[in-house]
């Protein structure tokens, strides 16, 4: 079992910039696939970003040029770089993470863009 601990969320002007952090407690090397998700009132989860072991990325085409995922594998932790941010980017943001053997999710960290 993958424990993964988000932080960095909060409220913020739209056109501002936030910077996620999930840290995971195990060594993140080992593990196949992490991603951020995100979740709006009465909308299903959707994928916002996602970073393979060799660092293959992958972006929502909302998010496309506006966010930026990465990994830091000496402190088991991977981040989501938020710029130019929307009213619609508003959600509840949960770090995932995937291995041959298991799937695990964060408790999840508000993101609230004001207009």
């Known amino acids: 079992q993958v424990q993964l601990v988000e932080s960095g969320g909060g409220l913020v002007q739209a056109g501002g910039s936030l910077r996620l952090s999930c840290a995971a407690s195990?060594?993140?090397?080992?593990?196949?696939?992490m991603a951020w998700y995100r979740q709006a009132p009465g909308k299903q989860r959707e994928l916002v970003a996602s970073?393979?072991?060799?660092?293959?990325?992958n972006y929502a085409d909302s998010v496309k040029g506006r966010f930026t995922i990465s990994r830091d594998n000496a402190k088991n932790t991977i981040y989501l770089q938020m710029n130019t941010l929307k009213p619609d980017d508003t959600a509840v943001y949960y770090c995932?993470?995937?291995?041959?053997?298991?799937?695990?999710w964060g408790q999840g960290t508000q993101v609230t863009v004001s207009s």
């Open positions: 195990i060594s993140i090397s080992s593990i196949y696939v």
């Open positions: 970073i393979t072991q060799d660092g293959s990325t």
């Open positions: 995932y993470s995937r291995r041959v053997s298991s799937t695990n």
